[in-house]
C-alpha cells in the first residue's frame, strides 16, 4: 500500500512568519507531487505541483522535494489570515490511475 | 474557462436506496476522477474516467459505479447505500496529459440514514 502521511496538526504560526508543512511518502517510486488548499466546508484547491529534486517557488508559496529522504514539504511565506485552510499533501499512484491523498495539516495563522 | 460544477450540493437518502451523483468537467478537460472524503479524513480515490471508459479505480465496492459521456460530463451511482456512504463526494477533472493536476468541483455532501 502506497501511502502519503502529514502531521494532521493543528499547525499555528503568527501572522507575516513562515508556516512550514511536511509530507513523507512510502513509494520510493514517487516522482511528483502535489499541494492542495482546503477551506473548511470547500473542496481542495491545487496550489502547487513539483515534479523534480530540489525547490519550486510560486509567489509566497515553495515546494521542495527531496527524494532520497522521500521528503516534501510546503513553505508559505509572510503568512497571512487567509492561509488559515487544511493543506492536502498527494501522489500519483502510477498504473491504475489513482492519486493518493494524505490526511492534511490545518494550518491557522494567528493574527 | 467554466470551472468544474456539481450537483446536487446536498442529499439525504435512507439505507439501501440508490444515489446518483453528477458532474460536469472544466472547460477541455477530458478525463474525470471521483473521490469520496469523509471528515477529518483526505479525499479517497474512487475510480476515473477518460474517453467514457473507466481508466483506474480505488478500493470500492461494485456498487459504485459511473459513466462518462462523450462531453466528458460524469455521474457517480451508488447502490444499496450504507451509512457508511455518508461523505463529501468530490469530482474533478484534469488533462489526459497532465492527469495528476486536478481540480475539484464544490462536492456533493451526502447523508445517509
Known amino acids: 500500500q502506497k501511502e502519503v502521511e502529514q502531521n494532521s496538526g493543528p499547525l499555528s504560526v503568527p501572522e507575516g512568519a513562515i508556516a512550514s508543512l511536511n509530507c513523507t511518502y512510502s513509494d520510493r517510486g514517487s516522482q511528483s507531487f502535489f499541494w492542495y488548499r482546503q477551506y473548511s466546508g470547500k473542496s481542495p484547491e491545487l496550489i502547487m505541483s513539483i515534479y523534480s529534486n530540489g525547490d519550486k517557488e510560486d509567489g509566497r508559496f515553495t515546494a521542495q522535494l527531496n527524494k532520497a529522504s522521500q521528503y516534501v514539504s510546503l513553505l508559505i511565506r509572510d503568512s497571512q489570515p487567509s492561509d488559515s485552510a487544511t493543506y492536502l499533501c498527494a501522489a500519483p499512484n502510477f498504473g491504475n490511475e489513482k492519486l493518493t491523498f494524505g490526511t492534511g495539516t490545518r494550518l491557522t495563522i494567528i493574527p | 474557462e467554466t470551472g468544474v460544477t456539481q450537483s446536487p450540493t446536498h442529499l439525504i437518502k435512507t439505507r439501501g436506496q440508490q444515489v446518483t451523483l453528477r458532474c460536469s468537467s472544466q472547460s477541455g478537460h477530458n478525463t474525470v476522477s471521483w473521490y469520496q472524503q469523509a471528515l477529518g479524513q483526505g479525499p479517497q480515490f474512487i475510480f476515473q474516467y477518460y474517453r467514457e471508459e473507466e481508466n483506474g479505480r480505488g478500493n470500492f465496492p461494485p456498487r459504485f459505479s459511473g459513466l462518462q459521456f462523450p462531453n466528458y460530463s460524469s455521474e457517480l451511482n451508488v447502490n444499496a447505500l450504507e451509512l457508511d456512504d455518508s461523505a463529501l463526494y468530490l469530482c474533478?477533472?484534469?488533462?489526459?496529459?497532465?492527469?495528476?493536476?486536478?481540480?475539484f468541483g464544490p462536492g456533493t455532501r451526502l447523508t445517509v440514514t
Open positions: 474533478a477533472s484534469s488533462l489526459a496529459a497532465v492527469p495528476y493536476e486536478q481540480y
